[in-house]
């Protein structure tokens, strides 16, 4: 179904900054489309560029390239309809021995 979906998508390239934090209180990469473009579900983005590292301690920005494959609105209405689906994928539960009173 992948192949009917790439059918039916259209590219396109931006601009884009990536913040990547290495500290005690962060640890993350954000990334941030420039010019107010915006992901709707069932779109996937590709960041082009060479991997970097941060060393332990500091925080670092990067401007970067993206393509943006839109998704077409047959996958843009079946991501919606199975999204909350495998969002229960990521959840943990946890069952105790005892009984609460």
């Known amino acids: ?7 039916m998508s259209r590219k396109e390239t931006v601009s884009c900054t990536v913040e990547i934090n290495n500290t005690f209180d962060q640890l993350g990469a954000h990334l941030r489309l420039d010019n107010g473009v915006v992901v709707h579900p069932g779109d996937e983005v590709l ?52 009984a609460l009173s």
């Open 47 to 98: 960041v082009h560029g060479a991997p970097v590292s941060i060393p332990y301690g500091e925080s670092q920005s990067f401007q970067r390239e993206a393509t943006i494959r839109r998704a077409g609105p047959l996958e843009r209405a079946w991501t919606r309809a199975t999204g909350d689906l495998e969002m229960m994928e990521l959840c943990e539960f946890s069952f105790t021995e005892r």
């Open 1 to 7: 179904m992948n192949a009917i979906f790439n059918l």
